[in-house]
């Protein structure tokens, strides 16, 4: 897993424009991917997640992108919302656990 | 997906005293986790509970420090022991249900110790 902070990066975005949020992951091993969306006093909801076989997914508004070659994640909301507001873990699974990034703190201001 | 369900959904405790929350599933799953997120941090994994034997820890947590039950395959509970102000945190049930295996969480339970 990733060694964590105090402050979480923050990504402020307008309402209506696409917001990018990205991850970098260390274990070249792992298989399976995920990104949660965390409200204030709620607990982690899932979004979307993609396997290692696969570099791009999508689903409703959201789209996950793999690079395996630079471990790299990203999630990108399209027209971005007042309720995106909130912060967004990437998370990574090898082997039965499920370890989770820093988290992004996605503001979306009208 | 699984829904999950936690008691109490906060807390305000005393140093010194035991804490336990329970976690309710509404269908049985065999993975079931606890995970611990500090103040303005990301999610740690705290054990894995496992139906019918001992939980399994992850390094720098331990059986007398958080105890864990799961008598069956929709329940478990975790007890913070002996509290202190560092306890203080949100305590958030996990489970991995569905075909894709895919994880889900709780709502949390969110612990201060004064």
């Known amino acids: 897993g990733e060694s964590v902070g105090l402050h979480l990066p923050t990504l402020s975005v307008q309402e209506g424009d696409n917001s990018i949020i990205n991850c970098a992951y260390s274990?070249?091993?792992?298989?399976?991917f995920i990104w949660y969306k965390q409200e204030s006093g709620k607990g982690p909801q899932f979004i979307i997640d993609?396997?290692?076989?696969?570099d791009k997914r999508q689903g409703q508004r959201v789209t996950v992108l793999l690079n395996k070659t630079v471990k790299h994640l990203s999630l990108q909301i399209a027209a971005t919302q007042p309720g995106d507001s909130a912060v967004y873990f990437c998370?990574?699974?090898?082997?039965?656990?499920?370890?989770f990034g820093k988290g992004t703190s996605l503001l979306v201001t009208p | 997906s699984a829904v999950i369900s936690q008691k109490p959904s906060r807390d305000i405790c005393q140093r010194g005293t035991s804490l336990t929350i329970q976690c309710q599933v509404d269908?049985?799953?065999?993975?079931m986790f606890w995970y611990r997120q500090q103040p303005g941090q990301s999610l740690t994994l705290i054990a894995t509970?496992?139906?019918?034997?001992?939980?399994?820890?992850e390094s720098g947590f331990v059986i007398d420090k958080f105890p864990i039950s799961r008598p069956n395959l929709t329940f478990s509970t975790l007890t913070v022991s002996n509290m202190s102000p560092e306890d203080s945190s949100i305590y958030l049930c996990?489970?991995?249900?569905?075909?894709?295996?895919?994880?889900?969480f709780g709502p949390g339970t969110r612990l201060l110790v004064l």
């Open positions: 274990n070249s091993a792992s298989d399976y």
């Open positions: 993609i396997r290692s076989n696969m």
């Open positions: 509970a496992n139906q019918g034997s001992e939980a399994t820890y």
């Open positions: 269908s049985q799953v065999t993975m």
């Open positions: 998370a990574e699974m090898s082997g039965y656990a499920l370890n």
């Open positions: 996990s489970v991995r249900s569905g075909a894709q295996g895919t994880q889900y």
